[in-house]
């Protein structure tokens, strides 16, 4: 957080003003703009490698929305809200945009922003990305960076200076960031590589190097390790086409073995149990494979595969009972990352359950 041009240099900063507030937004563009590469390359070992490229190009649209003459603090922090929700793609869009709005919330009575009202503030937001992302402490997210800022900021009310409580609280959050190194993510993308994600920071230090190379070694199985196949099976082939696409772009570096049966050869819908059952034979790797169908006929189809194959492959074919999409996605990064198939079931046939979760949002106190 900076001063305004309209405070001296030795005039120590007591509260933030609507010019201090977008003075801090076009700082943090600044930075992140700087090291947006590095972020997308930390996000690539355990994430989909966007969170530099998205966090960008937010905030760069939360500084082209600033007022050259804003009027009030909570307006800067309403802006960068709506800049964040509409242009950050993934997660960080309603969970950085969430804790912008509810800070906007908190102080929009108050022409300034002192440390009381600041903790006030961030703690609305911090309660904004619990509800939004139904995360809590140690689950390796952003909130066990925010959580220990949040509580330096609190102890520095009571009397250090308003810069020296930001400055714990910076502080405070660098240790939080570091602390999740050997944790394991239960939330978000990371949390579909189980143990994986340990050994991983969840924030960057801006000196990290060769995070792709990292990625690479970490999520691929050792050389030679053979994998759990998976089939889709669609009445619609773009349909299911499009699925193993969504599974690949959010879980970029896996490579699990999958196969796809959907639609009739002239193009129409439907589906077809020898195809099925091809599908199946190019899949399997000798671990076995999971079927997952969408409704109706392409379970049927799917059940005559298993009875068509060899009987000694079909022993090591299973057929899930996941919803296709959500059930797709948590099996490619359960095979990808060398999952035996009791397991890849597992993740498959839970996904839609975690889906109906994150809905509800956390139980009632």
């Keep these: 957080m900076t001063t305004s041009t309209a405070q001296t240099p030795s005039a120590p900063l007591t509260a933030l003003a609507a010019a201090d507030a977008a003075a801090w937004i076009r700082r943090a563009d600044q930075l992140i703009s700087a090291h947006a590469d590095e972020l997308t390359a930390l996000d690539a070992a355990i994430g989909d490698a966007d969170h530099g490229a998205n966090m960008k190009r937010g905030l760069n649209a939360a500084v082209e929305a600033l007022p050259e003459q804003p009027d009030a603090p909570a307006s800067v922090l309403k802006q960068t809200a709506m800049a964040l929700i509409s242009k950050v793609g993934g997660a960080a869009g309603p969970l950085y945009g969430t804790f912008f709005?509810?800070?906007?919330?908190?102080?929009?009575?108050?022409?300034?922003?002192?440390?009381?009202?600041?903790?006030?503030?961030?703690?609305?937001?911090?309660?904004?990305?619990?509800?939004?992302?139904?995360?809590?402490?140690?689950?390796?997210?952003?909130?066990?960076?925010?959580?220990?800022?949040?509580?330096?900021?609190?102890?520095?009310?009571?009397?250090?200076?308003?810069?020296?409580?930001?400055?714990?609280?910076?502080?405070?959050?660098?240790?939080?960031?570091?602390?999740t190194e050997p944790m394991l993510a239960k939330k978000g993308r990371a949390s579909y590589l189980g143990e994986r994600s340990i050994g991983i920071s969840t924030g960057c230090r801006l000196h990290r190097s060769d995070c792709a190379g990292a990625r690479r070694r970490r999520l691929r199985p050792d050389g030679g390790r053979r994998m759990t196949g998976i089939v889709i099976v669609s009445h619609s082939r773009p349909l299911a086409d499009a699925a193993l696409a969504?599974?690949?772009?959010?879980?970029?570096?896996?490579?699990?073995?999958?196969?796809?049966?959907?639609?009739?050869?002239?193009?129409?819908?439907?589906?077809?149990?020898?195809?099925?059952?091809?599908?199946?034979?190019?899949?399997?790797?000798?671990?076995?494979?999971?079927?997952?169908?969408?409704?109706?006929?392409?379970?049927?189809?799917?059940?005559?595969?298993?009875?068509?194959?060899?009987?000694?492959?079909?022993?090591?074919?299973?057929?899930?009972?996941?919803?296709?999409?959500?059930?797709?996605?948590?099996?490619?990064?359960?095979?990808?990352?060398?999952?035996?198939?009791?397991?890849?079931?597992?993740?498959?046939?839970?996904a839609a359950s975690l889906k109906l979760r994150q809905v509800a949002g956390p139980p009632p106190p």
């Design 246 to 350: 969504l599974a690949k772009g959010l879980i970029p570096g896996l490579d699990a073995p999958v196969e796809v049966a959907a639609g009739l050869p002239d193009g129409t819908l439907g589906t077809d149990a020898t195809e099925i059952m091809a599908a199946i034979e190019r899949a399997d790797d000798g671990v076995g494979v999971l079927v997952l169908a969408d409704l109706g006929s392409g379970v049927l189809s799917a059940q005559m595969a298993l009875e068509l194959l060899d009987p000694d492959l079909a022993e090591r074919v299973r057929l899930s009972g996941g919803a296709l999409v959500e059930g797709l996605v948590a099996a490619y990064a359960a095979a990808g990352t060398g999952k035996d198939l009791d397991a890849v079931q597992a993740d498959a046939d839970a």
């Design 101 to 179: 709005l509810r800070m906007s919330t908190a102080c929009a009575k108050h022409e300034t922003i002192d440390a009381a009202i600041l903790v006030d503030a961030v703690e609305a937001g911090i309660g904004g990305i619990v509800q939004r992302g139904n995360a809590e402490a140690g689950d390796k997210t952003m909130l066990d960076a925010w959580y220990p800022a949040l509580e330096a900021l609190r102890a520095g009310t009571d009397g250090a200076t308003f810069a020296d409580a930001v400055s714990s609280a910076a502080d405070a959050a660098a240790a939080g960031r570091d602390a």
